[in-house]
Nanobody, 123 residues
Framework: VQLQASGGGLVQAGGSLRLSCAPSPTGGSFSSLARGWFRQAPGKEREFVAAVSWSGSSAYYADSVKGRFTIRKEYAETTVYLQMNSLKPEDTAVYYC???????????????WGQGTLVTVSS
């Protein structure tokens, strides 16, 4: 496993969580590569959540999370964060982080994936 995602858990609607994505001890640093977050709910396809450029200067969001989620990567740092506020039950899913050459909403654009972390939002 090249990436390790963490920070998931159970939260009530309206609450917040912060996910982290860091390289595994045996993986590369990935500091010069873009990062993306995707999620997959039971019975649904994996969908794009957010992406950030390698420098952290450009960020992109799915319409469903815009204004509630913030992706953050500091320049030359290896860990990427996804701050999730105002969570809704429909945000419940396994969240995956990924690494690729440039930020993209397409899963196929990413080369390495983390193992996923479960986020459950209760109503």
């Amino acid at each position: 496993v090249q990436l390790q995602a963490s920070g998931g858990g159970l939260v009530q609607a309206g609450g917040s969580l912060r996910l982290s994505c860091a390289p595994s001890p045996t993986g590369g640093s990935f500091s010069s590569l873009a990062r993306g977050w995707f999620r997959q709910a039971p019975g649904k396809e994996r969908e794009f959540v957010a992406a950030v450029s390698w420098s952290g200067s450009s960020a992109y969001y799915a319409d469903s999370v815009k204004g509630r989620f913030t992706i953050r990567k500091e320049y030359a740092e290896t860990t990427v964060y996804l701050q999730m506020n105002s969570l809704k039950p429909e945000d419940t899913a396994v969240y995956y982080c990924a690494v690729g050459a440039s930020p993209s909403s397409r899963p196929g654009a990413y080369d390495y994936w983390g193992q996923g972390t479960l986020v459950t939002v209760s109503s």
